[in-house]
């Protein structure tokens, strides 16, 4: 069964040169031209992906994306957001709405193509978690693939599937520093360019879910001019968390 598409654009000439080239690489494709109608028919249609753009008439992309991440239905389908809207500000605004994937107009449509691929390989919609079949622990930390879960000490943490990932490539290589070239080519599947503002969104946001305080990381650590570290006290070191603070 051909993966379904569905591209969200008011600009009539793009909407029609992306669902065509998606349809010339194997993919069923289904357009809406406004907000409302895109929200409506992604919960209709549940489709493998959503293309999304963000000045939209009606209800704008971002608002879109929002709501489309608070339904249980649509929360999981993966988001490529395609603007004109360059700005880093609006880069952060776009990921911290649910997307997964941004994409500035002009842009390549193999690029475009690529970025698809990775996104549907990565969620599977071809889900990574079938390439973790082991449950990944150190420390406090217990990695759970199906579920895109992490338990965290005591507490279940639910993950993105982007998430998931980051915090799988990071665990990995626990004590280690990560360069943001390695974790895009590793979990967003495409070759790194200079903007690395997308992984440092989802940095934060993995942030707020582990740091007692995320402003001064203590798990989760920036290695300036180099990438990300993650460092986890080992389970002798959590047993003596545990008998200081009982």
Same mark, same amino acid.
């Given at each position: 069964?051909?993966?379904?598409?569905?591209?969200?654009?008011?600009?009539?000439?793009?909407?029609?040169?992306?669902?065509?080239?998606?349809?010339?690489?194997?993919?069923?494709?289904?357009?809406?031209?406004? &907000?409302?109608?895109?929200?409506?028919?992604?919960?209709?249609?549940?489709?493998?992906?959503?293309?999304?753009?963000?000045?939209?008439?009606?209800?704008? &992309?971002?608002?879109?994306?929002?709501?489309?991440?608070? !339904? !249980?239905? %649509?929360?999981?389908?993966?988001?490529?957001?395609?603007?004109?809207?360059?700005? %880093?500000?609006?880069?952060?605004?776009?990921?911290?709405?649910?997307?997964?994937?941004?994409?500035?107009?002009?842009?390549?449509?193999?690029?475009?193509?690529?970025?698809?691929?990775?996104?549907?390989?990565?969620?599977?919609?071809?889900?990574?978690?079938?390439?973790?079949?082991?449950?990944?622990?150190?420390?406090?930390?217990?990695?759970?693939? $199906?579920?895109? $879960?992490?338990?965290?000490?005591?507490? %279940?943490?639910?993950?993105?599937?982007?998430?998931?990932?980051?915090?799988?490539?990071?665990?990995?290589?626990?004590?280690?520093?990560?360069?943001?070239?390695?974790?895009?080519?590793?979990?967003? &599947?495409? !070759?790194?360019?200079?903007?690395?503002?997308?992984?440092?969104?989802?940095?934060?946001?993995?942030?707020?879910?582990? $740091?007692?305080?995320?402003?001064?990381?203590?798990?989760?650590?920036?290695?300036?001019?180099?990438?990300?570290?993650? $460092?986890?006290?080992?389970?002798?070191?959590?047993?003596?968390? +545990?008998? +200081?603070?009982?």
């Amino acid at each position: 069964m051909m993966p379904r598409i569905l591209v969200i654009d008011d600009d009539a000439a793009i909407a029609e040169l992306v669902a065509v080239n998606l349809e010339m690489a194997g993919y069923e494709v289904t357009q809406a031209e406004d &907000g409302i109608k895109g929200q409506a028919l992604a919960i209709q249609l549940l489709p493998d992906l959503i293309v999304l753009d963000l000045m939209l008439p009606r209800v704008d &992309g971002f608002t879109v994306c929002q709501r489309l991440r608070r !339904d !249980d239905r %649509t929360s999981d389908i993966p988001v490529l957001m395609l603007t004109a809207l360059s700005q %880093t500000q609006d880069k952060v605004e776009g990921f911290n709405s649910g997307a997964d994937d941004y994409l500035t107009k002009p842009f390549e449509l193999e690029e475009m193509l690529a970025r698809v691929r990775a996104l549907l390989r990565r969620t599977d919609r071809i889900p990574q978690a079938a390439k973790h079949s082991e449950i990944l622990n150190y420390g406090p930390l217990t990695l759970v693939p $199906e579920r895109f $879960e992490a338990v965290w000490y005591v507490n %279940t943490v639910k993950l993105t599937h982007l998430e998931f990932e980051l915090l799988h490539c990071l665990l990995q290589r626990h004590g280690q520093t990560v360069s943001p070239s390695e974790i895009l080519k590793e979990v967003w &599947g495409y !070759d790194p360019d200079d903007d690395i503002e997308t992984i440092r969104v989802h940095i934060r946001h993995l942030r707020t879910k582990m $740091e007692p305080d995320p402003r001064h990381p203590r798990y989760i650590k920036t290695v300036y001019g180099a990438g990300y570290c993650l $460092e986890l006290p080992s389970n002798e070191q959590v047993a003596e968390e +545990s008998k +200081s603070s009982a």
